[in-house]
T-cell receptor
Framework: GENVEQHPSTLSVQEGDSAVIKCTYS??????FPWYKQELGKRPQLIID?????GEKKDQRIAVTLNKTAKHFSLHITETQPEDSAVYFC?????????FGTGTSLTVIP | DVKVTQSSRYLVKRTGEKVFLECVQD?????MFWYRQDPGLGLRLIYF???????EKGDIPEGYSVSREKKERFSLILESASTNQTSMYLC?????????????FGDGTRLSIL
């Protein structure tokens, strides 16, 4: 089955700096890659997703890039703000199931 | 906006008890899922259902069962609770079209087995 690895497990950045979280996957059949943000004590919420026919997608300060050849995808957050502090999960789907990364705890220091 | 509601935020039960966790969604989604979330392990799929009365095992189904008698409701059952089932349980739903649609999560149930 699919194996999704996520790095780093923790990340601290100064407010205003950029943050990058990377995920790798093993199954070349995976073709849908969502990212979820989970604030403390709250539900995971979708923040951005990308499909395998696209290499990059942006939504304001958030972007996701996908390299199908290398089987990795990354979340980029620019101009970080304290409210970006949360746990971020990546996931990959091959159409039969979602496979989640183990999460990255992001802390934005004011 | 999709609403996924889990019946309890916190639950404390004893070893050996039969435990029911309930989840209801209001968006007529075909797919429903149960995950457990543990530190350092991320989200692990227990069971999912793609239609009423249909169920499929996920990665860690042992010790659990599920029930989907109505489209909007998906129940997770711990047949005989054990301490290693202490965890955060998350329910999610999504539209059909396989697994190419985002999942919508509930707030979670933090279950403690004593």
């Amino acid at each position: 089955g699919e194996n999704v690895e996520q790095h780093p497990s923790t990340l601290s950045v100064q407010e205003g700096d950029s943050a990058v979280i990377k995920c790798t996957y093993s199954d070349s059949a995976s073709n849908y890659f969502p990212w979820y943000k989970q604030e403390l004590g709250k539900r995971p919420q979708l923040i951005i997703d990308i499909r395998s026919n696209v290499g990059e997608k942006k939504d304001q300060r958030i972007a996701v890039t996908l390299n199908k050849t290398a089987k990795h995808f990354s979340l980029h957050i620019t101009e970080t703000q304290p409210e970006d502090s949360a746990v971020y999960f990546c996931a990959a789907s091959d159409g039969s199931q979602f496979y989640f990364g183990t999460g990255t705890s992001l802390t934005v220091i004011p | 906006d999709v609403k996924v509601t889990q019946s309890s935020r916190y639950l404390v039960k004893r070893t050996g008890e039969k435990v029911f966790l309930e989840c209801v969604q209001d968006m007529d989604h075909e797919n429903m899922f149960w995950y457990r979330q543990d530190p350092g392990l991320g989200l692990r799929l227990i069971y999912f259902s793609y239609d009423v009365k249909m169920k499929e095992k996920g990665d860690i189904p042992e010790g659990y069962s599920v029930s989907r008698e109505k489209k909007e409701r998906f129940s997770l059952i711990l047949e005989s609770a054990s301490t290693n089932q202490t965890s955060m349980y998350l329910c999610a739903s999504s539209l059909s079209s396989g697994f190419h649609q985002p999942q919508h999560f509930g707030d979670g149930t933090r279950l403690s087995i004593l």
